[in-house]
């Protein structure tokens, strides 16, 4: 049974960083097509934030380009998501994601909080 399981989020200054990671069990992240992070903020919609293929390929929200890195560690077997520059706006429960065919696993998903 697949399982993603984040950790890493807090409550920061605007400015500041914060990393996220996701540790995956139950399968190698190798076997999943994709991983990514989606973030959703109180009364909006769910929206992925960056995404890694298998192949290493990456793309990224508008917003956080520039800011954001997605990074993947196979020996771990973890995905992580490297947060620079916050903003109050990144403010969000952030959700770790993994894709396998039709298969979509998800995180319990991690509080993220930008405030001064």
């Known amino acids: 049974q697949v399982q993603l399981v984040e950790s890493g989020g807090g409550l920061v200054q605007p400015g500041g960083s914060l990393r996220l990671s996701c540790a995956a069990s139950?399968?190698?992240?190798?076997?999943?097509?994709?991983m990514g992070w989606y973030r959703r903020a109180p009364g909006k919609e769910r929206e992925l934030v960056a995404r890694?293929?298998?192949?290493?390929?990456?793309n990224y929200y508008d917003s956080v380009k520039g800011r954001f890195t997605i990074s993947r560690d196979n020996a771990k077997n973890t995905v992580a998501l490297q947060m620079n520059s916050l903003e109050i706006e990144d403010t969000a429960v952030y959700y770790c994601?993994?894709?396998?065919?039709?298969?979509?696993?998800w995180g319990q998903g991690t509080q993220v909080t930008v405030s001064s």
């Open positions: 994601n993994a894709g396998r065919g039709y298969s979509q696993y």
């Open positions: 139950g399968s190698t992240i190798f076997s999943f097509n994709y």
């Open positions: 890694i293929t298998s192949g290493g390929s990456t």
